[in-house]
């Protein structure tokens, strides 16, 4: 536990004393391991270290997940180092009051004071400060493709680039991607951890394509503060992308304070404290996660997919009624998947009313065979098969379920 800092960078793999994994039951077994034996002072440590390598195992592996990774390595880093320093976790740029932090990193060796380098610096900025200019991608393309001074100076303005897009987050993530296509910053993310290390950060946060943001739900006739509302939304994002759970209720309450009918923001809530833990999820944060649930219902009234959740929230918070009253408006939507009817089964069960669990048990069994053969039927017309094929295998799990159950 007690490891020298010099260029090592800690992480959560460093004080449970295991190598990166996925595993949950290897990461339980290592904190369990471990919590007996610490030093008191290092027992609030391994309890983060224990949450944020969970928090790992709920990443989805992707093209991209290795962005998500790395940023969680970096936000757990900070906060060690924040708790060696006995100091408040410098996110790096991530907060209202990032250009001070920010400027420690902008050295004598960039480019400056020149009348060339400042009318670029200057067309940056104008575009930026136009909101209907700033959102859309031609506007900054044509700041590369046809500008004669960018393609002749490209490696020199690199790094006056990288510090205006770091004093100026609220960008759609496809004009943070143009400039990355350019300057292949992603893959020299390593170089840049230890070079410039804010914005290394920022370029994993930006190009990261989990709640992707854009500004097109914006019109010209918005009368609320939409520039604090895009701040408060790219932040909430941000805390729940580094398992920042104080962050992310802190800033979804400014940005619903400001702006309440924007589904992505109900969405990075959403998934974000799904994936903590239980008594996270249906404790302490349980309002923020139902509230967030709540509004992606009423916004996509034509999906289950939420309806589920939130009866999930319930049967977990023993709110057996309520959770049957959203399995069952989820099964008008998806009458094929037998899984809903099952769960609403093992409500039932877990009030020890066994005979309302076998009517649901029973029904399931009757329909198979004719919602199976619907479900196939469906395979060679649907533009989704991979969604069919999984409902297909679920269904044949939930009838080996039942019949467990029933004989």
């Not at 757990?76 to 420690?104: C, H, L, M, V």
């Not at 670029?120 to 493709?145: C, M, N």
């Not at 394509?209 to 994002?237: C, G, H, M, Q």
């Not at 992310?248 to 923001?265: G, H, Q, S, V």
Request: proline share 3%; charged share 35%.
């Amino acid at each position: 536990m007690n490891v020298k800092e010099g260029k090592k960078r800690m992480n959560m793999w460093d004080i449970l004393g295991i190598e990166k994994t996925k595993d949950s039951t290897a990461i339980k077994s290592a904190f369990t391991k471990l919590r007996g034996v610490v030093p008191a002072q290092d027992s609030k440590r391994l309890s983060a270290a224990y949450e944020f390598a969970l928090r790992h195992v709920k990443i989805k592996d992707s093209t991209d997940s290795f962005k998500e990774e790395i940023l969680l390595e970096m936000a757990f880093t900070r906060y060690w180092k924040a708790k060696e320093e006995n100091t408040s976790p410098d996110k790096n740029g991530a907060g209202e009051k990032a250009d001070g932090r920010i400027t420690s990193y902008i050295t004598e060796a960039r480019p400056r004071g020149t009348t060339l380098y400042d009318d670029y610096l200057g067309l940056l900025q104008k575009t930026y400060d136009s909101f209907f200019t700033r959102r859309e991608l031609v506007s900054w393309e044509s700041l590369i493709q046809q500008n004669a001074f960018w393609n002749s100076h490209k490696k020199e303005l690199e790094p006056i680039i990288q510090d205006f897009l770091l004093l100026h987050r609220s960008l759609p993530s496809d004009v943070w991607e143009l400039f990355n296509k350019e300057y292949h910053w992603v893959d020299r993310i390593e170089e840049l951890r230890e070079s410039y290390l804010p914005f290394a950060r920022c370029v994993l946060i930006e190009t990261c394509p989990l709640w992707k943001l854009d500004y097109k739900f914006i019109n010209k006739d918005a009368v609320y503060d939409y520039e604090s509302y895009i701040k408060y939304r790219r932040l909430t994002r941000e805390a729940a992308l580094e398992n920042d759970v104080d962050g992310a209720r802190e800033y979804f309450d400014k940005a619903i304070d400001i702006y309440i009918n924007d589904p992505r923001l109900y969405e990075i809530v959403a998934v974000f404290y799904s994936s903590q833990q239980a008594f996270n999820k249906y404790g302490e944060f349980g309002p923020e996660f139902l509230h967030a649930l709540n509004k992606l219902i009423k916004i996509h009234f034509d999906d289950d997919k939420y309806l589920r959740e939130r009866a999930e929230y319930f049967k977990r918070c023993e709110y057996f009624e309520e959770s049957r009253d959203d399995y069952e408006q989820a099964m008008k939507l998806s009458p094929e998947d037998l899984r809903l009817p099952y769960e609403i089964a093992d409500t039932f069960i877990l009030q020890n009313e066994q005979g309302k669990a076998k009517n649901y048990l029973k029904y399931i069994k009757k329909i198979y065979q004719k919602t199976q053969s619907s479900l196939e039927k469906q395979m060679s017309t649907t533009n989704d098969r991979e969604k069919v094929s999984r409902i297909i295998n679920s269904n044949d799990a939930v009838l080996g379920e039942v019949f467990e159950y029933l004989k």
